[in-house]
């Protein structure tokens, strides 16, 4: 599944991350905001949550993304391109959509070079990969947040985890 750009950041509006966007033709008319929008960075496709989506005119619209509640954070996606993942026309099965569960028995690379491998998945409220890393187990929440990458052929996935979790394991 692609990513279809639908729009820019043109400025800042206000000091709470409020962002004045223009909008392509592409923007879907029926857009929802529960529908994350993602930006480019480092050729990686970073989703933003939004908080609150007004249109302003045909191609204009005001919005705010979670996280993002002040000029410095809301002032880095000034000047980029918003892309929306294609939608799947009704009716056409999306054979390519790859699963967390997908995942297990890839390789797992984490922070400073450690390496493991995804045992298995854990599926819940909160859903949670086990990682084999170095005779111990590891939990990692399944979340495209913590994902920095993964490559299908060679069956790797490449980590961001935050600071201190892998801590959490060391005895």
């Known amino acids: 599944m692609g990513m279809l750009p639908v729009g820019r950041v043109s400025k800042l509006f206000g000091r709470k991350g409020e962002l004045l966007v223009n909008l392509y033709d592409s923007f879907p008319a029926d857009f929802k905001i529960e529908e994350p929008l993602f930006v480019r960075i480092d050729s990686l496709a970073v989703p933003l949550f939004m908080e609150h989506f007004e249109r302003r005119g045909r191609s204009g619209a005001l919005l705010s993304f979670a996280d993002l509640d002040n000029e410095v954070r809301a002032g880095e996606l000034v000047g980029l391109e918003l892309l929306l993942r294609e939608r799947v026309p009704d009716g056409e099965a999306e054979?390519?959509?790859?699963?967390?569960?997908?995942?297990?028995?890839?390789?797992?690379?984490?922070?400073?070079?450690?390496?493991?491998?995804?045992?298995?998945?854990?599926?819940?409220?909160?859903?949670?990969?086990r990682i084999g890393l170095q005779g111990r187990e590891v939990l990692v929440p399944a979340v495209d947040d913590f994902i920095a990458s993964f490559d299908l052929t060679r069956r790797v996935v490449v980590f961001s985890l935050p600071e201190g979790l892998l801590e959490l394991y060391t005895e």
């Open 95 to 129: 054979d390519d959509e790859i699963y967390m569960e997908d995942l297990v028995g890839f390789r797992a690379r984490l922070t400073d070079g450690v390496e493991g491998e995804i045992e298995g998945f854990e599926e819940g409220e909160n859903p949670l990969f």
